[in-house]
T-cell receptor, first 109, second 112 residues
Framework: GQQVMQIPQYQHVQEGEDFTTYCNSSTTLSNIQWYKQRPGGHPVFLIQLVKSGEVKKQKRLTFQFGEAKKNSSLHITATQTTDVGTYFCWDNYGQNFVFGPGTRLSVLP | DAGVIQSPRHEVTEMGQEVTLRCKPISGHDYLFWYRQTMMRGLELLIYFNNNVPIDDSGMPEDRFSAKMPNASFSTLKIQPSEPRDSAVYFC??????????FGQGTRLTVV
């Protein structure tokens, strides 16, 4: 069945360093969404990618969809303590509505 | 709109008791999801509804779990009888046409 994997599982960075998380699917995705969950909070939508090779930016965050639409990445430039949380990718292809296991980011001041 | 509203926010119950979690989705949304989150298993999809009809309940752990959506503005997730391994945060989310999911604040369930 459909599987969505994310790497790394955990990432510890010094404030100001960059961070990247990757989302990989066993099948082709129709689109991919990214969510952020702060500690003790609930997942909040960040962005949706639809087109092959698509790149979108939100301030220090850069999102990319792979050419084959089987992987995606989220890159944060110059992390800040406000970036702390778990980042999930979400696949609703074929109405599976599967979340990846998430990457937990901690930022040391 | 106030967003997705879940109640209660916290629930502590004894093993064997019945637990009912409630959710009010965003008005106009046609999809409703119930997820369970634990450290070990992450965010698991338990069941989802489309236009109040259960579409996929393959994620429901066992017969002790049941979910209903009697109308477009209300859903319940019931556990009977509850067990300690059911302790988790339960999220309800709603979506328009199965796209962006908007989550409630979650219910933290502790079964002792």
């Amino acid at each position: 069945g459909q599987q969505v994997m994310q790497i790394p599982q955990y990432q510890h960075v010094q404030e100001g360093e960059d961070f990247t998380t990757y989302c990989n699917s066993s099948t082709t995705l129709s689109n991919i969404q990214w969510y952020k969950q702060r500690p003790g909070g609930h997942p909040v939508f960040l962005i949706q990618l639809v087109k092959s090779g698509e790149v979108k930016k939100q301030k220090r965050l850069t999102f990319q969809f792979g050419e084959a639409k089987k992987n995606s990445s989220l890159h944060i430039t110059a992390t800040q303590t406000t970036d702390v949380g778990t980042y999930f990718c979400w696949d609703n292809y074929g109405q599976n509505f599967v979340f990846g296991p998430g990457t937990r980011l901690s930022v040391l001041p | 709109d106030a967003g997705v509203i879940q109640s209660p926010r916290h629930e502590v119950t004894e093993m064997g008791q019945e637990v009912t979690l409630r959710c009010k989705p965003i008005s106009g949304h046609d999809y409703l999801f119930w997820y369970r989150q634990t450290m070990m298993r992450g965010l698991e999809l338990l069941i989802y509804f489309n236009n109040n009809v259960p579409i996929d309940d393959s994620g429901m752990p066992e017969d002790r779990f049941s979910a209903k959506m009697p109308n477009a503005s209300f859903s319940t997730l019931k556990i009977q009888p509850s067990e300690p391994r059911d302790s988790a945060v339960y999220f309800c989310a709603s979506s328009l046409a199965g796209m962006t999911a908007f989550f409630g604040q979650g219910t933290r369930l502790t079964v002792v």
